[in-house]
Nanobody
Framework: QVRMVESGGGLVQPGGSLRLSCAAS????????MAWYRQAPGKQRELVAT???????YYTDSVKGRFTISRDNAKNTLFLQMNSLKPEDTAVYFC?????WGQGTQVTVSE
């Protein structure tokens, strides 16, 4: 049974940082490409970042230089380090691994 648990969201001021985690079980984690998506109120879900099993990464333009996607295969955990956060980063963030979605974690960037 596949289980994915996200954590790390919260309320942060502009310029602040958060680290999201997505702990997975029931998946051959080390062989999987993975991604983070986000969905802001009233908007479609959008791709934020991806990481291949060889650790190649991709970022959407709006987060380049601020966000870092990484993985710990020993702990079956996917991460998203988010720095220099902006109000427009406010959204629910979801991890995606082999077609399985996490439950989402709310990130709110506000004064």
């Amino acid at each position: 049974q596949v289980r994915m648990v996200e954590s790390g969201g919260g309320l942060v001021q502009p310029g602040g940082s958060l680290r999201l985690s997505c702990a997975a079980s029931g998946i051959i984690f080390r062989d999987s490409a993975m991604a983070w998506y986000r969905q802001a109120p009233g908007k479609q879900r959008e791709l934020v970042a991806t990481i291949t099993r060889g650790d190649s990464t991709y970022y959407t333009d709006s987060v380049k230089g601020r966000f870092t996607i990484s993985r710990d295969n020993a702990k079956n955990t996917l991460f998203l380090q988010m720095n220099s956060l902006k109000p427009e980063d406010t959204a629910v963030y979801f991890c995606l691994i082999l077609g399985n979605w996490g439950q989402g974690t709310q990130v709110t960037v506000s004064e």
